[in-house]
């Protein structure tokens, strides 16, 4: 165990990353520029925050791409923009097995370890975690803070029978990753969002503890909070508990940093950032109280943007839209069951193909574009559309042509809905209400 504050034991050299960073997907990769061009307006707004591309295996496998194409579109409007702060392109829910493609372009790894958690450890690796840490096994002071961890030897046998296996995979990826970079300097993050239970504050120091005697020299974690995280609507739980937790981890975080010696700038990172809306105030609040950092990962809800663009545009650009919208729905037992932890759609709100055939530009864009406040947005139709990439995936060129065609309504929703549904709310000084119309 150290007391240093300063990470004493990285094999690579490490990237730091900035205080506020954004994970923004991108999955048809044309709209970097957009996307790029929220951050520049925030920063005209006095907040830096760092664009850090995000895609995963899994991604890539169904859109087709390789994992160097999203480094070339970042780079493509890093040029383009003039934009000169640092940016990132993150290889996101890797694990050991996928690692190997994102050597080349990523400087940005998110190590996946949740299948882990559960796995049995070594008894042996167990006792010397307890060994080692004689620390935690009775009530830990939080330092900094006013709160202590109820904690025992036993309560905490049992965290790290849970998680050991997890934080040793993190290991070997880490070092993997690291032999390949040898002196190239990358970023890890490591996840365990995608799990069944949330993690509690003493399973978070257990853990942390362990990531440290493991020397894996992360700057962000993403536990799983508690409350539903679904992909592109709204937080599902009670914001005031969200907050109690958020405030609780970073509290462990900062111990943990002047306890075990990791990166001084350790920060949460939250995964399905995207329209998480009501617990933006939150997020906000204890950034501007505790003055920490944090990394907002969001996804795959840019493309809902370019439908939204497209919509918008009219013509073949509104009936693509609504081919799509046809195609997801006659598919959708299919589209919606790898997700099924992740959406809530109510199949009775789902308009059938005949009406949304009728449908205008405006009304095709107020059901799919996430404002609560507006009559005509339709979450079970915005859940649908979200899951049916795969069908404009399977367009091919078609769906591509038609980026380019309509290039410009699409990049003033990606962009509009970066910064003021997003990066506004929960980084900007003075936040505007999240339902802004772009
Ligand atoms: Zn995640």
Known sequence: MTSSS????????ALRLTKYSFGMGDRFGRQAKAQLQACILAEQQGIEVTPVWNKSCREHGIVGSQPGSVRVAAEAAVHDLGWTKPYHIDADHISLNTVESFFDSSDYY??????????PPSLNDVGAFLKRHPELTQSVDLIGGQSSL????????EIAWKYLSAVQEAGLIYRRIAAAKRLVPFITEVSMDETESPQTAAELLVLLAALA??????????????????KGVDYVGDPLQFETEFRSDLAV?????????????????????????SIYPAIRRVLHETGVGVHVKTAGTTWLEELIGLAEGGGN?????????????AHREELCTPYAAVIDIDAAKLPSPVQVE??????FASALRHDPACPGFNPSFRQLLH?????????????LDMLDSYETPIARNVTMNLLERHLRPIFLPVPKSPRAHS
């Not at 300063?6 to 050299?13: A, M, N, V």
């Not at 109820?150 to 046998?157: C, E, G, I, L």
């Open 317 to 329: 650009g509104l009936a693509l839209a609504k081919e799509i919208y046809e195609q997801s729905y």
């Open 387 to 399: 899951v049916g990439y795969k069908i404009a995936a399977k367009m091919g060129r078609r769906y």
């Open 213 to 230: 005697d493991e020397k894996v020299p992360l700057q962000a974690i993403a536990p799983k909070f508690s409350g539903r995280f679904n």
């Open 358 to 363: 009728s449908w205008s530009s405006k009304q």
């Open 6 to 13: 300063l990470c004493s034991f990285s094999i690579s050299p």
């Open 253 to 277: 975080i900062a111990h943990a940093i002047r306890v075990y010696g990791l990166p001084a700038d350790l920060k949460l990172s939250i995964h399905s950032g995207s329209d998480k809306f």
């Open 150 to 157: 109820a904690m025992s030897s036993s309560a905490t046998r």
């Open 110 to 119: 998110t190590l996946d370890v949740a299948d882990a958690i559960g796995k």
